[in-house]
């Protein structure tokens, strides 16, 4: 689900190995851990949803049915309609110096300009207010601490990181085996 292993090692200590964990997993937190389609910023679920959404949105708003003409719009707001055809055109008429890098890099408005190194030379370089960065640092904490302390579903190890019933390194179990975080022995 989320391709990555430290992450699906924490999901399933909360919510339980599979199948019945990722079942339990509520629908907002498996959508943002969710691994982004390639070329979005959004996982697949967040794409099926938006599209659910926005069809019916489409089908049910009068404004984009019966009363979509120049009495309700006028034909300026008609033409002016009809010339933006991205989020890009949106942004570039309201802030051209935000969609600059996005054209430059002939590019998706929905798909992340930078990755983690730029948010590192961010927080570095003092970008990023220091009251969000040590918010950030008691998040990291607290979340390291709640996970240390939590009590493996399969075996007797206190912690997760001891345990090797995550399946998520090479290692094997005292009792010869172990699992492969999908609730299957290897």
Same mark, same amino acid.
């Given at each position: 689900?989320?391709? =990555?292993?430290?992450?699906?090692?924490?999901?399933?200590?909360?919510?339980?190995?599979?199948?019945?964990?990722? *079942? $339990?997993?509520? !629908? +907002?937190?498996? =959508?943002?851990?969710?691994?982004?389609?390639?070329? %979005?910023?959004? &996982?697949?679920?967040? #794409?099926?949803? /938006?599209?659910?959404?926005?069809?019916? $949105?489409?089908?049910?708003?009068?404004?984009?049915? *019966?009363?979509?003409?120049?009495?309700?719009?006028?034909? %300026?707001?008609?033409?002016?309609?009809?010339?933006?055809? &991205? !989020?890009?055109?949106?942004?570039? $008429?309201?802030?051209?110096?935000?969609?600059?890098? #996005?054209?430059?890099?002939?590019? &998706?408005? /929905?798909?992340?300009?930078?990755?983690?190194?730029? @948010?590192? =030379?961010?927080?570095?370089?003092?970008? +990023?207010?220091?009251?969000? +960065?040590?918010? @950030?640092?008691?998040?990291? $904490?607290?979340?390291? &601490? %709640? #996970?240390?302390?939590?009590?493996?579903?399969?075996?007797?190890?206190?912690?997760?990181?001891?345990?090797?019933?995550?399946?998520? =390194?090479?290692?094997?179990?005292?009792?010869?085996?172990?699992?492969?975080?999908?609730?299957?022995?290897?």
């Amino acid at each position: 689900m989320t391709g =990555d292993k430290e992450t699906a090692r924490k999901l399933e200590a909360i919510y339980g190995p599979a199948p019945h964990g990722i *079942e $339990r997993c509520d !629908l +907002v937190v498996g =959508d943002l851990y969710e691994k982004k389609i390639k070329g %979005f910023a959004i &996982s697949e679920t967040s #794409f099926i949803v /938006f599209l659910l959404m926005a069809s019916r $949105r489409l089908a049910s708003d009068p404004y984009l049915n *019966e009363l979509y003409d120049e009495e309700h719009y006028t034909s %300026f707001g008609l033409g002016h309609i009809e010339e933006n055809n &991205s !989020l890009l055109d949106l942004i570039k $008429r309201h802030y051209p110096q935000v969609a600059a890098p #996005f054209e430059e890099k002939k590019q &998706s408005a /929905f798909k992340p300009l930078y990755g983690p190194d730029k @948010w590192k =030379d961010a927080i570095e370089n003092k970008v +990023v207010d220091e009251d969000i +960065v040590q918010e @950030w640092a008691e998040t990291k $904490r607290a979340n390291d &601490s %709640f #996970f240390a302390g939590m009590n493996c579903q399969q075996c007797t190890s206190t912690t997760l990181n001891g345990c090797h019933h995550t399946g998520y =390194d090479n290692t094997t179990a005292l009792n010869g085996h172990h699992h492969d975080g999908y609730g299957s022995i290897v």
